[in-house]
């Protein structure tokens, strides 16, 4: 896994990245550190806990060759804002939000991950996506050892 900055550009098989990862993920860092310790002085009446030890990303790459990486797979995260336009399934529910169950949908061969509580407080964290991934790839393995999934019929919730 390569972490990287906003994509800045993209040109063919050569992508270029603001240098913006410290910056972002140590904000995102404070907002996760001011909820934490606003939910253990609600627990505590008023004394928290240490806090903890802050992340800070290393700097991303400015630039990288995906042919050259032997990259051959892109997941797209999209910030903090959902917003679903571009996707043409119909996967959304009343509110325009992805209807799932775990990160399973309804669309065969859609999942998603990285979503705000999805499954778990923390599951739009890079440390905190693990639970949600585990799920969906022992679903994805049941599903495609099921002989019922060679049909489009395949129950997706199971």
Not at 9 to 25: E, I, K
Not at 73 to 99: C, N, S
Not at 128 to 150: I, K, N, Y
């Amino acid at each position: 896994m390569v972490l990287a900055g906003r994509l800045a550009a993209a040109d063919g098989w050569s992508v270029a990245f603001a240098d913006d990862l410290p910056a972002t993920t140590s904000a995102a860092q404070a907002r996760m550190d001011r909820l934490l310790r606003s939910i253990d002085a609600f627990i505590t009446d008023g004394s928290s806990e240490d806090p903890l030890p802050a992340f800070t990303a290393p700097p991303g790459p400015a630039r990288l060759d995906l042919r050259r990486a032997g990259i051959t797979t892109v997941i797209w995260a999209t910030g903090y804002r959902p917003a679903y336009p571009w996707l043409k399934v119909p996967v959304l529910d009343r509110h325009g939000e992805i209807d799932h169950r775990r990160g399973v949908t309804r669309v065969p061969g859609l999942y998603v991950l990285g979503l705000r509580f999805l499954y778990r407080r923390n599951s739009s964290f890079v440390d905190g996506v693990g639970p949600d991934a585990r799920f969906v790839a022992a679903h994805l393995t049941r599903r495609m050892a099921s002989r019922e999934c060679l049909s489009d019929r395949c129950d997706l919730t199971a």
